[in-house]
C-alpha cells in the first residue's frame, strides 16, 4: 500500500492528512480556506489520489501559515507514500487548457528540491484567497516532496483558471510520475540505484 498519514501541529497549524497514491480520485477536504478546499479537491480528483485533509489554522491573521503547512504536509506524505521509489515512473508532464488559461507541469521524482514557477496572475485575490499563496504552496510541496517541479503559465488571462490549472495539470504530472512502470517494477529509476 503506498498510503501516508502525516500529522502536523505548530503554533500556528495543526494539520491531519491521509493520502493514498492508488485511490479512485476520493477526497474530503476542510482546511479552512475555501479556495484551497476547492484546489485540493480539483488535485485529488485529477490525480486519482484519495486525500483527506483536515486543518485548522490562524486564518483570522491570513491564509498564510495554512496554506504553506498544508503544501508542507502533502509534500511529506507523498515523499512517505513513494518510500525508496522502486518502479515509479519518475517523470511526468502536462499541458492542461482551460477556457482563459493554457499550463504546463513537469515533475521529477529525483529526490532534489526545485521549483520553477512561471505565472502571472493578474488579480491578487480570488475571493479571499490571495493568488501569491499559490507559488507559496507548490514551493512547500517541491521542498518536502524532494522532487523538481516546473510550473510555466502558456497563456491567461483569468487568474482563477490559471491556479485552477496549475492544479489540475499537477495532479496529472504527479499521476503520470508515481505510477508504476511495470517494466521497472523492482528497480529504482536511476543509474545511481537511488533517489
Same mark, same amino acid.
Given at each position: 500500500?503506498?498510503?501516508?498519514?502525516?500529522?502536523?501541529?505548530?503554533? *500556528?497549524?495543526?494539520?491531519?492528512?491521509?493520502?493514498?497514491?492508488?485511490? @479512485?480520485?476520493?477526497?474530503?477536504?476542510?482546511?479552512?480556506?475555501?479556495?484551497?478546499?476547492?484546489?485540493?479537491?480539483?488535485?485529488?480528483?485529477?490525480?486519482?489520489?484519495?486525500? *483527506?485533509?483536515?486543518?485548522?489554522?490562524?486564518? #483570522?491573521?491570513?491564509?498564510?501559515?495554512?496554506? *504553506?503547512?498544508?503544501?508542507?504536509?502533502?509534500?511529506?506524505?507523498?515523499? #512517505?507514500? +513513494?518510500?525508496?521509489?522502486?518502479?515509479?515512473?519518475?517523470?511526468?508532464? #502536462?499541458?492542461?487548457?482551460?477556457?482563459?488559461?493554457?499550463?504546463?507541469?513537469?515533475?521529477?521524482? %529525483?529526490?532534489?528540491?526545485? +521549483?520553477?514557477?512561471?505565472? *502571472?496572475?493578474?488579480?491578487?485575490?480570488?475571493?479571499t484567497f490571495d493568488t501569491e499563496l499559490a507559488e507559496e504552496?507548490?514551493? =512547500?510541496?517541491?521542498?518536502?516532496? #524532494?522532487?523538481? +517541479?516546473?510550473?510555466?503559465?502558456?497563456?491567461?488571462?483569468?487568474?482563477?483558471?490559471?491556479?485552477?490549472?496549475?492544479?489540475? %495539470? =499537477?495532479?496529472?504530472?504527479?499521476?503520470?510520475?508515481?505510477?508504476?512502470?511495470?517494466?521497472?517494477?523492482?528497480?529504482?529509476? @536511476?543509474?545511481?540505484?537511488? +533517489?
Amino acid at each position: 500500500m503506498r498510503t501516508a498519514e502525516i500529522n502536523r501541529k505548530t503554533g *500556528e497549524t495543526d494539520i491531519a492528512l491521509r493520502l493514498d497514491l492508488d485511490g @479512485s480520485g476520493k477526497s474530503s477536504i476542510d482546511t479552512g480556506v475555501g479556495f484551497m478546499n476547492h484546489m485540493l479537491t480539483l488535485f485529488a480528483r485529477h490525480g486519482r489520489f484519495d486525500l *483527506e485533509i483536515k486543518a485548522k489554522g490562524d486564518v #483570522q491573521v491570513d491564509d498564510h501559515h495554512t496554506v *504553506e503547512d498544508i503544501g508542507i504536509a502533502l509534500g511529506k506524505a507523498f515523499d #512517505q507514500a +513513494l518510500a525508496d521509489k522502486k518502479g515509479i515512473v519518475r517523470y511526468g508532464s #502536462q499541458i492542461l487548457p482551460m477556457d482563459e488559461a493554457l499550463i504546463l507541469t513537469a515533475i521529477d521524482f %529525483s529526490g532534489r528540491c526545485y +521549483l520553477a514557477y512561471d505565472a *502571472e496572475i493578474p488579480a491578487q485575490k480570488v475571493g479571499t484567497f490571495d493568488t501569491e499563496l499559490a507559488e507559496e504552496f507548490w514551493m =512547500a510541496f517541491a521542498r518536502n516532496a #524532494q522532487c523538481t +517541479l516546473h510550473i510555466r503559465q502558456l497563456a491567461g488571462t483569468n487568474s482563477h483558471h490559471i491556479i485552477e490549472g496549475i492544479f489540475k %495539470s =499537477a495532479a496529472r504530472s504527479i499521476r503520470a510520475a508515481v505510477k508504476i512502470d511495470e517494466d521497472f517494477a523492482d528497480e529504482v529509476p @536511476s543509474t545511481k540505484g537511488v +533517489l
